[in-house]
């Protein structure tokens, strides 16, 4: 009986105490996400969760390497041949997951189904400027309707995906079974558990620094913060601020944390409900107390902003003002509308900090408006977010990052009418942003984003409240640095001594 006791004893020290990086094996990283990919497609939607894993499973066309700089991937270099024409010369040498060569077709046919309508990719608005990609030898020329000057920025995230394999099994298949040509390809996916991920030992870019790596899906952020410690984890994505100050504490430990590209805003209905008055969104806006939400929920892991975007995308203007917190002009205006007790729904998932949530609701409600919180999973509130006016809520809490680091990847697919993410739509906002994509001097550019934003301002489909930061928990071993574009590519990590 003392021997079961000591035992077990043992075993709830070991549980207790934190494991070296080598307990888990040198060889493998285990991280834990708040949510499963919605999807391992790269062409398919563009959510945090899904993007940390098939970024490993395929290549993109280009990318950014640590200091954000856009260098080459399976293209190794880019002229253009006038402004509406870019030629790329594609790497060779590159072999998919299934031991097929990647080519210029391939390439093309990557461009060609995104920029599909009929596929209804969610990111068809960030490439719908590329008219059409032509394999030409071991070249492929893109076209675009005009010149596009953030058409670079964009394609750091076009992932190239094999013609052959996509046309045999079909999109669906393809899916549930991606085959890529990157450092790590699939090797289960156990939707709503785990993403296990093996090392492509062929990959042309370098011997990837883990054997495998798993994605496990751990939505309570108490419960990744006890993985860390345990050594049931090696690296978790999305701390709030009260975790990541409490674990700067131990020496085991440490916080990855740095501001990024990504947008904390508010999302305002303004084609459906109470919302589509605009003197329900004014009033919203002016109920929105922003130094609360960051001073004392976000504790420093955010910086204030005035418009949908941050400074570290080009097209940010500081001059365009913010919102005053006044609750006396936010009630009046409510009460000018009729909308004295409007009933409004507020959509989240656990993607979203809950106590940011609940805060935006008790100040929306401070002015006379009921607000109910509906909490769903991530890809369920995509699909709705995504669908009708009537489907997607009145209020949403949204981060949003395009991993362009341009206005263009950001206000253009939130607000451009017709855009499945915008409940909003104004002529003069989209003649503004319209003409700040086709225009090559970046000065002019500026100046139609200022417009833009003025108009937004005066609309309301949403409110820029702060500048996000990107989060991380991990092992002290582990050698890694967050990135404003929040791309977490394994072949950038290592083990520390």
């Not at 609309?459 to 702060?466: A, E, L, Q, S, T």
């Amino acid at each position: 009986m003392l021997k079961q006791v000591v035992m077990y004893a043992l075993l709830a020290a070991a549980l207790a105490s934190p494991l070296p990086a080598s307990a888990q094996g040198k060889d493998a990283l285990v991280v834990d996400l708040p949510n499963d990919a919605a999807t391992l497609d790269p062409h398919v939607q563009w959510d945090t969760d899904s993007y940390t894993i098939y970024r490993n499973i395929f290549d993109n066309l280009v990318t950014r390497d640590p200091s954000g700089k856009i260098v080459p991937q399976i293209a190794t270099a880019w002229r253009y041949t006038n402004d509406t024409t870019i030629e790329f010369d594609i790497r060779s040498g590159v072999t998919f997951h299934d031991g097929s060569p990647l080519t210029p077709a391939d390439v093309a046919f990557s461009i060609n189904r995104i920029i599909n309508p009929a596929f209804k990719s969610p990111q068809l608005s960030q490439f719908d400027q590329i008219v059409s990609a032509e394999a030409r030898g071991d070249k492929v020329v893109m076209t675009t309707k005009t010149p596009y000057p953030a058409l670079m920025a964009q394609l750091v995230k076009l992932s190239i995906v094999p013609k052959a394999v996509v046309e045999k099994v079909g999109d669906q298949s393809f899916n549930q079974n991606p085959v890529g040509s990157g450092p790590y390809r699939l090797a289960a996916w156990q939707k709503g558990v785990q993403t296990a991920l093996e090392a492509n030992d062929r990959y042309w870019g370098g011997k990837p620094p883990f054997k495998s790596v798993t994605f496990r899906v751990v939505p309570d952020v108490a419960t990744r913060v006890a993985d860390l410690r345990t050594g049931r984890a090696d690296i978790v994505r999305q701390l709030g601020p009260d975790e990541a100050t409490a674990l700067k504490s131990e020496s085991q430990l440490q916080v990855l944390a740095g501001p990024t590209e990504r947008i904390g805003y508010m999302f305002i209905n303004a084609q459906s409900g109470p919302t589509a008055d605009v003197r329900v969104r004014r009033a919203i806006a002016q109920a929105i107390d922003q130094k609360a939400i960051i001073e004392a929920l976000l504790q420093g892991y955010g910086d204030p902003v005035n418009i949908v975007l941050t400074p570290a995308n080009f097209g940010y203007v500081s001059d365009v003002p913010g919102y005053e917190f006044n609750l006396a002009k936010a009630k009046a205006l409510v009460k000018e509308a009729g909308a004295e007790g409007a009933s409004l729904t507020f959509l989240t998932s656990p993607a979203y900090d809950r106590r940011v949530v609940e805060a935006l609701q008790q100040m929306v409600q401070e002015i006379g408006l009921k607000v109910e919180i509906v909490a769903l999973d991530h890809p369920t509130f995509l699909r709705r977010r995504q669908g009708r006016p009537d489907e997607a809520g009145s209020l949403s809490l949204g981060r949003w990052s395009c991993a362009c680091q341009d206005a263009d990847g950001v206000i253009f697919p939130l607000f451009r009418t017709g855009s499945i993410w915008a409940k909003y739509s104004n002529p003069a906002f989209d003649d503004a942003v319209d003409n700040a994509r086709k225009i090559l001097d970046e000065k002019q550019r500026l100046a139609f984003y200022r417009k833009a934003f003025e108009i937004l301002r005066e609309d309301v489909p949403g409110i820029g409240i702060y500048q996000d930061y990107a989060i991380y928990g991990a092992r002290k071993e582990l050698q890694w640095k967050p990135t404003p574009n929040e791309a977490f590519f394994i072949m950038d990590m290592k083990w520390g001594k």
